[in-house]
């Protein structure tokens, strides 16, 4: 059943725009994934990226609200996606260092928030939107040429701020402390590594959704850990393995007509467990 399914979806590929788009996006969005996910597992801040994941609702509600009753439709989702998480990010980081909060405090207060908000925007929104619906599930289907660019464009952000900082976001992930002593401005650094979990997330969105976005961000980076003694192997692990998942969750969701970002989460979710279970006997 499982090669059937997958000979169905690469029958059709070549037949289907909309599949072709849906491949290339799972292909450019596992790029970032696997790097900032792989200093998110590293850092352990897969909670603070779940929080960044569910405000995106509130700018997407927000452009849908502006959209719907003023009419004002040059703004995209992506974009009030991306202003949300960016927000969001500025929010949990300054609110943590600068007011000596509990981290996990202002986790779940910007995460509690950035969802209401989110739902009274809709709520104000007249009619129903479907479009909101499928960034809380996902649906990699609906991905558009003007989408592709903007996930191009931030897969070029997020590779390019790693490859110039990259030893300075590791000094920071592994010891912070050590590296204020060398001089390393950790404040400043810990906001980049925020910012960049905040566009990846983005770019996840139109893949898994909102709901599974943690998963996809962090589950390939794990896997990638336990085969890996560098972070630079791990970071080309978790791209392949990233790339394979979305791959086969979208091939495997085809055939039956069943939601790709759920199935390619329930894949990748699988595989991790699999992957730690047989490390675990070694």
Not at 33 to 43: A, Q
Not at 115 to 143: C, E, H, Q
Not at 160 to 174: I, M, N, S
Request: net charge neutral.
């Amino acid at each position: 059943m499982f090669l059937a399914f997958m000979g169905d979806f690469f029958s059709a590929l070549g037949q289907h725009g909309f599949l072709q788009l849906a491949l290339l996006a799972g292909v450019l969005v596992s790029v970032p994934c696997g790097v900032v996910g792989s200093f998110v597992v590293i850092r352990r801040i897969s909670y603070m990226a779940g929080a960044i994941a569910h405000t995106v609702l509130a700018g997407l509600g927000l452009v849908h609200y502006l959209q719907v009753v003023h009419n004002v439709n040059w703004l995209s989702p992506m974009l009030g996606a991306v202003v949300a998480a960016l927000l969001a990010a500025g929010i949990i980081g300054w609110v943590s260092l600068n007011l000596k909060q509990r981290e996990d405090t202002v986790i779940g207060a910007v995460w509690a928030m950035g969802m209401a908000l989110g739902i009274v925007f809709i709520n104000l929104t007249p009619g129903y939107s479907t479009d909101l619906m499928s960034y809380l599930f996902g649906n990699i289907l609906m991905i558009s040429h003007t989408d592709i660019w903007l996930v191009i464009s931030l897969d070029v952000i997020v590779l390019v701020c790693v490859g110039l900082f990259h030893k300075q976001l590791l000094a920071v992930c592994f010891d912070s402390e050590f590296a204020t002593l060398r001089g390393v401005h950790v404040n400043r650094f810990h906001f980049l590594l925020l910012g960049l979990t905040a566009l990846t997330v983005v770019l996840l969105v139109s893949v898994v959704g909102i709901i599974l976005v943690i998963a996809l961000l962090t589950l390939p980076a794990a896997m990638a850990n336990l085969f890996s003694r560098s972070l630079g192997k791990m970071m080309v692990t978790a791209v392949l393995i990233c790339m394979a998942m979305t791959t086969g969750g979208l091939a495997l969701s085809y055939g039956p007509d069943l939601p790709s970002g759920a199935v390619t989460i329930l894949l990748t979710g699988m595989a991790y467990f699999i992957t730690a279970f047989v490390r675990g006997n070694r």
